[in-house]
């Protein structure tokens, strides 16, 4: 048995599973939902709209192609991107802080976007300046976060990992307490920032999917450029410098583009946890640590399985919504426990 | 070891002609390193010349392991500076210092399960991809595993040199502590580097896989790698390396060929430990008598203690005491006595008498002394006949005079009694007067 061999193959057929899957799950996602249409009407709808466009009509009722190109697809292209997102950010930080625990939410990157777009809520001038207001604090509050957690963890230019972890959960922890104080202070906009915090795609728009696409976009084509450096940063860095990379820079660039990447989908998804860190580990386990394999089976794996998360988010109660994060967490949460029994203790 | 397999590649220094003024490839000047804020190396001044085959030897934190860190640039100086092939050290980029210096380093983990062969492969990081061929490291290829036929060459020659080609497909978490460093020296051979900086490469390492490894080197050497390694084993440095320097407290206390470097003044002032220097052709070889650091900080005080020796019954009794940390006189036993030899080994006073005598005058006189001198006195068990009775006789003197008295009775005496019967008869009186019987010379070291 030679598994550096074997794992070429299950390289292409994981590739190929989950791009069937994930064809399914759309499908799936664009049939079922609350509006009375069955899942033969909409998909008909769908076939329609993707020949004819939107002004199509045919054996379905003529608001169904507008109920799908309006709320449904957008939705579905949303927790595609915003579920990749997560997990190649998930992935990325666990490699850079050599430790598969670490993510976005433990790192207290998702407090930072959070406190950013309480902010933009809670402070009413700011929301003058649109819907780009809430996704820009986010950005914001997400990167100075990651920053703030580097340096406190950065000790005479050497970062250890776990001391990068424990100054995540310190920070997250302050910037929650001063989110949880600021929505006290604030109670009338108290609503719409649970509704937030607690993740979900129900606001999806496609001028939302025109903002975080690019970004998310843009950061994985980045994580895939760095991937070999990545496997090296596994190392350490200096291991990493002595086969041949700047280290310290590039920590800190995959770190600043995780951060956007991460605060890209927060921003208009809330705080969805833990995706980013049952998708990397899962793949893991299938096609290795090697991040030129692990990153793109991130990306498909997370879009799947924010899509199936919010999918049955909105049909398991609906009419009424279950926010996703809860589902994530839900489910997250006993496989965290998961891993860290399995790992002892890590 | 396959060694001949990665030959030839890589092999000449870059610009190293021979000629009588080599280019050095490392010139170190009045480097000083500090760590914390404290100056833990230097000032140092040292030439590696193309082709070296360099130990690097010296206790723990006498700075080693600091010289190989700011050899691989992962220490700035504080002060002086490093040239590699005539440019300062900080001026290169790390993809350009990756394709010159490959570094065995002491400390590595690595948690994430990649194959052996996987691990090795991203020794050729610095050579594959954009990067080696414009000097443009972002290192792009993304797809093929291992990446060109040059690199998978690469990898399955240091693979064999380390005889790890078995096990290339096995997960590197999976691996003995022995193996993964095997791993590591494979990716750093992997990287095809005309300079090598090894950091205690045999850590871990099994006898059989360090003299493969040692001889790998050799093998190196001889086609035209420089080389520096840190070892802490001096026989094995001795026996591979070409040139050795000796570093203490941060300073290069000697330079130059193993028979230079190793000699017994020299090992003592810096290791604090007396050597015996067995000196065949150039390639010297040690062994260690007695440690002076382990007989200084042992608690045993001032106590002084006299064994009563002879026929060798005594030789490992000596040892635990030694090792204990006492300095116990012997007497009286005779200079070819196996006990007088061990006595002259860890450099006791000893109270010696001429063979098939018995024992003159001054000797029984010498030896009232150290029994006066002495608080405890320990009673080997060795054979009495008439020769060697004062021995017993001073010591039962001895005994009335208050002294603390241990017997080693086994065998007993009544089996090792060819005086006879006179010397049961001193061994009985000696425990009527309160002497202690125990059985090994452990038991009568702690009882000491």
Redesign the interface.
């Known amino acids: 048995m030679n598994l550096t061999k074997d794992r070429h193959k299950v390289y292409r057929l994981v590739m190929a599973a989950l791009v069937v899957a994930l064809v399914a799950v759309i499908l799936a996602a664009v049939a079922v939902g609350a509006a009375g249409l069955s899942a033969a009407e909409t998909l008909r709808a769908l076939g329609g709209l993707m020949i004819h466009g939107s002004d199509a009509t045919g054996d379905y009722p003529d608001w169904a192609p507008r109920l799908l190109l309006d709320l449904r697809l957008p939705r579905i292209v949303l927790a595609l991107v915003v579920g990749a997102a997560l997990s190649t950010a998930g992935a990325s930080f666990q490699g850079i802080f050599r430790n598969p625990l670490a993510e976005p939410y433990l790192l207290g990157v998702s407090a930072g976007a959070g406190l950013g777009a309480t902010i933009a809520i809670v402070w009413k001038p700011l929301t003058e300046l649109g819907i780009y207001t809430l996704p820009l604090f986010a950005f914001v509050g997400a990167t100075l976060a990651a920053f703030l957690v580097y340096r406190l963890a950065t000790f005479a230019g050497h970062t250890r990992g776990a001391s990068l972890l424990l100054s995540g959960v310190a920070v997250g922890s302050t910037l929650t307490a001063i989110m949880s104080f600021l929505m006290v202070a604030t109670e009338r906009d108290l609503h719409t920032v649970v509704v937030w915090l607690m993740g979900g795609l129900t606001t999806a728009a496609w001028t939302k999917i025109y903002i975080t696409l690019p970004v998310v976009a843009a950061g994985f084509l980045y994580m895939m450029l760095m991937s070999r450096r990545m496997n090296l940063l596994l190392m350490g860095e200096e291991r990493a410098r002595e086969l041949g990379i700047d280290s310290q820079r590039t920590r800190r660039n995959l770190m600043i583009v995780a951060a956007l990447t991460t605060a890209a989908a927060v921003s208009f998804s809330g705080l969805i946890g833990f995706v980013g860190l049952m998708v990397p580990h899962i793949m893991r386990l299938l096609v290795g640590p090697d991040h030129r394999r692990l990153l793109p089976v991130s990306a498909l794996f997370g879009a799947l399985l924010l899509l199936a998360a919010d999918t049955v988010a909105r049909t398991a109660l609906a009419p009424a919504e279950i926010p996703v994060g809860v589902i994530t967490a839900a489910t997250g949460g006993p496989f965290f426990l998961y891993l860290l029994r399995a790992r002892k203790g890590v | 070891m396959h060694a001949e397999a990665i030959d030839g590649r890589s092999g000449a220094p870059v610009g190293a002609a021979p000629s009588s003024h080599p280019t050095p490839v490392y010139d170190i000047r009045a480097l000083e390193v500090e760590l914390?804020g404290r100056r833990v190396l230097g000032p140092v001044d040292l030439r590696i010349d193309p082709g070296a085959f360099l130990g690097i030897l010296g206790p723990n934190g006498s700075g080693k392991t600091t010289l190989l860190r700011a050899l691989?640039?992962?220490l700035p100086p504080g002060a002086g500076e490093i040239l590699l092939h005539d440019r300062p050290l900080s001026g290169y980029?790390?993809?350009e210092?990756?394709?010159v210096v490959?570094?065995v380093?002491q400390q590595?983990?690595?948690?994430?399960?990649?194959?052996v062969?996987?691990m090795v492969a991203?020794?050729r990081?610095?050579h594959s991809?954009r990067?080696a061929e414009n000097g443009n490291?972002?290192?792009?290829?993304?797809?093929g595993?291992p990446e060109r036929a040059a690199d998978g060459e690469a990898v399955a020659a240091a693979l064999a040199a380390t005889e790890l080609t078995e096990l290339?497909?096995?997960?590197i978490t999976e691996l003995s502590g022995g193996e993964r460093q095997r791993a590591l020296i494979a990716?750093t051979l992997a990287?095809e580097t005309p300079v090598l900086l090894l950091d205690e490469p045999l850590n871990n390492l099994d006898l059989n896989h360090q003299l493969e490894i040692m001889q790998l080197l050799v093998t190196l050497h001889g086609a035209g790698r420089t080389i520096a390694v840190v070892l802490h084993d001096l026989n094995i440095a001795a026996q591979y390396c070409e040139e050795l320097i000796l570093l203490d407290q941060g300073h290069l206390v000697a330079r130059g060929t193993a028979n230079d470097v190793l000699d017994p003044t020299s090992i003592l002032e810096v290791f604090k430990v007396r050597v015996a220097v067995h000196r065949q052709g150039r390639r010297p070889y040690i062994t260690p008598l007695w440690s002076r650091t382990a007989r200084a900080t042992k608690a045993s005080g001032d106590r002084q203690v006299h064994v009563v020796a002879g026929g060798g019954a005594a030789s490992e009794l000596l040892e635990e005491l030694v090792l204990r940390g006492y300095t116990p006189s012997v007497g009286v036993v005779s200079v070819f006595d196996s006990d007088y030899a061990t006595a002259q080994r860890y450099e006791l006073d000893v109270v010696s008498s001429p063979p098939f005598e018995p024992f003159p005058e001054e000797a029984i006189r010498a030896l009232d002394t150290l029994m006066e001198e002495a608080e405890v006195i320990v009673v080997a068990p060795v054979f009495f006949g008439c020769g060697n009775l004062p021995s017993l006789e001073a010591t039962l003197a001895a005994a009335k005079a208050g002294k603390k008295i241990i017997l080693v009775e086994r065998p007993p005496i009544t089996e090792r009694d060819l005086s006879g019967g006179r010397a049961g008869t001193l061994i009985e009186e000696l425990l009527k007067a309160g002497a202690v019987e125990v059985e090994t010379p452990a038991q009568a070291a702690e009882a000491v």
Do not use: N, W
Not at chain 2, 108 to 115: H, K, P
Not at chain 2, 137 to 143: A, E, F, K, W
Not at chain 2, 168 to 171: I, N, P, Q, T, Y
């Open positions: 914390g691989t640039g992962s980029r790390a993809g210092l990756a394709r490959g570094v380093p590595f983990s690595l948690d994430f399960g990649f194959t062969e996987e991203m020794g990081y610095a991809g990067g490291d972002t290192g792009m290829r993304l797809r595993m290339s497909g096995r997960l990716q990287q």
